[in-house]
């Protein structure tokens, strides 16, 4: 994908997501009689201006896209004329306050709901959890896993993709928990293996954590036969096209896909001249694999598929598709479990557990949109929906100056039975602005120090 649409697709994204974030502001503030002067989408200086409805709110497009506001009538903010007081956000009682700022973040959270909800109801297909040999001296081969076996539940609860695998694991692993799989073999045995965790280093959660335990997805053997060239991608930029077959790669003789794969991931950056035949003549040419981060470890990707044959989907995919209340209910669910790994994460940063240095910042972020946009709307879609979960989990964070602190200061509010003290929140706002800056200066350092090592 091109440097512009890129910056397109990060910037779209934020579009949206500050919108459902602000919209869920404007909204509950409007039901609860408060007046909106403002309605921005983005910062500084204003692109594009609309004034609409009975109060005359002002819809802004500005020009800086990193946030927006909802700016509501307050005393604190300028004179309020006496018929309009009862109107001002300060006049309002601490719950309608409360409602109004928590109503951003709950959006977020809803958002992620109606996406994957409206995934489900649409159906994908994904990968079954049929698992490969276990490299030796891992968790998994210690533990008995077999080639071939297909994971039927963990603890005791049933799944049915790879995704589902990875996203119990990942969690189990974070915790120090042991777990217990029920598999299943070719002729249908059904066996259970326990995969003890207790053990696992928390660092290593930052990797994929499937491939430190020896959990691999099973695929059978498949000839180099390039079957899907991604757009923009190193294998269109050096000229292969659908139906190459990859006979050699360097000199060395290319039986497999696999084999294939493995010399791309080995070259990150470096040329790799490939002997291919093409419509029953041999040509040869040359591809740079673009150096992409997988696990810690900076590996080679051209972006191409193989061909596969009749009925090798059917056998190693599964579609996914509920009605829509069981959408709905495992929407919720997914929006749920990603939110607390989101806190658990964050917790493990705080006490040094996990590195600091997977902190995203924009850049990471706009890599991430772009890359999830080339593959087509539904990984789009997927993008969009962890992003905005992310937003909601931020905004929550009792940090003065985000919705977190204003929060915890109406909490306090509630207990005290008055208001927190102007000196008490001119202190809090410049202890969250330190905060935020050290989280943002993190985020910026992460996302240099990717761009510098790939």
Not at 63 to 90: H, Q
Not at 320 to 331: F, K
Not at 425 to 451: H, I, K, P, S, T
Request: hydrophobic share 50%; net charge neutral.
């Amino acid at each position: 994908m091109s440097l512009l649409q890129t910056i397109l697709a990060f910037i779209v994204a934020l579009g949206v997501l500050i919108v459902v974030h602000e919209y869920g502001h404007y909204l509950i503030a409007r039901l609860c009689g408060v007046k909106v002067l403002r309605f921005s989408d983005g910062f500084g200086r204003a692109l594009a201006t609309w004034r609409l409805g009975a109060d005359r709110t002002e819809w802004v497009v500005a020009a800086i896209p990193f946030g927006g506001y909802v700016k509501m009538l307050d005393e604190r903010e300028g004179p309020v004329e006496p018929a309009e007081l009862a109107r001002a956000f300060n006049r309002q009682s601490v719950w309608k306050r409360f409602a109004i700022v928590i109503a951003g973040p709950l959006f977020n959270f809803a958002f992620a709901v109606l996406v994957y909800a409206g995934l489900f109801m649409y159906g994908l297909p994904e990968a079954r959890p049929v698992l490969a040999n276990p490299p030796p001296d891992t968790l998994a081969a210690a533990a008995g896993v077999r080639a071939g076996d297909t994971v039927r539940a963990i603890d005791g609860e049933s799944i049915a993709t790879w995704q589902e695998l990875r996203w119990r694991v990942l969690q189990a692993a974070l915790q120090h928990e042991a777990v217990r799989l029920e598999t299943q073999d070719e002729r249908g045995n059904i066996a259970e293996v326990k995969l003890d965790l207790r053990g696992f280093p928390s660092a290593d959660v930052e990797a994929d954590v499937l491939e430190r335990v020896g959990l691999r997805l099973y695929r059978p053997p498949l000839p180099a036969v390039l079957g899907q060239i991604v757009p923009g991608g190193a294998a269109e930029r050096a000229g292969l096209a659908v139906g190459d077959r990859i006979v050699r790669a360097d000199g060395m003789p290319i039986e497999t896909w696999e084999a294939f794969v493995n010399a791309v991931r080995s070259r990150p950056g470096g040329a790799l001249s490939l002997s291919i035949e093409r419509a029953g003549a041999a040509r040869t040419l040359e591809v740079t694999p673009d150096a992409v981060s997988a696990g810690g470890t900076r590996i080679g990707r051209i972006g191409a598929g193989a061909q596969q044959p009749e009925g090798y989907a059917e056998k190693l995919l599964v579609r996914v598709q509920y009605g829509p209340l069981r959408s709905i209910a495992r929407a919720s669910a997914k929006t749920a479990d990603i939110s607390l790994f989101s806190l658990k994460m964050l917790g493990k940063m705080l006490i040094g557990e996990v590195s600091w240095r997977h902190l995203s910042g924009p850049v990471t972020i706009a890599d991430f949109a772009g890359q999830s946009a080339s593959l087509g709307w539904v990984s789009y879609l997927t993008f969009l929906a962890l992003i905005s979960i992310s937003l909601g989990v931020l905004n929550l964070l009792p940090i003065p100056l985000l919705d977190g602190g204003h929060l915890m200061y109406y909490a306090i509010e509630i207990v005290k039975g008055r208001p927190v003290s102007e000196r008490f929140m001119e202190l809090g706002q410049r202890v969250g602005l330190a905060l935020l800056l050290v989280m943002m200066a993190f985020a910026f350092y992460n996302d240099l120090n990717r761009l510098i090592t790939g």
